[in-house]
Nanobody, 118 residues
Framework: QVQLVESGGGLVQPGGSLRLSCAAS????????MGWYRQAPGKQRELVAD???????NYADSVKGRFTISRENAKKTAYLQMNILKPEDTAVYYC????????????WGQGTQVTVSS
């Protein structure tokens, strides 16, 4: 059974940094697209960033230049480094994994809360 376990959320002041991790089970990790969505109260879910098996990345305009997604296939883990955090980054962040041919996510993490506040 495939599982994605997230960690690294929390409370941080504006301008601060956090790193989210998404650890996966299974032997398929290296071929999957990995990424994060986020959802704030009263707002639609937003794709934050994703990374292909080959390392190509994609970012939402709102996080470009501040967030960096990466992956370590040997550790079956993806990371989202978030710098220069803003209050509008406050949301629940959900890690996902997707087969390259899939239209939508195949697997989801449990979600982790990120709160940016002074």
């Amino acid at each position: 059974q495939v599982q994605l376990v997230e960690s690294g959320g929390g409370l941080v002041q504006p301008g601060g940094s956090l790193r989210l991790s998404c650890a996966a089970s299974g032997s398929w990790f290296s071929i999957y697209v990995m990424g994060w969505y986020r959802q704030a109260p009263g707002k639609q879910r937003e794709l934050v960033a994703d990374i292909t098996s080959g390392g190509s990345t994609n970012y939402a305009d709102s996080v470009k230049g501040r967030f960096t997604i990466s992956r370590e296939n040997a550790k079956k883990t993806a990371y989202l480094q978030m710098n220069i955090l803003k209050p509008e980054d406050t949301a629940v962040y959900y890690c996902y994994a997707k087969r390259p041919a899939s239209v939508q996510a195949d697997y989801w993490g449990q979600g982790t809360q990120v709160t940016v506040s002074s």
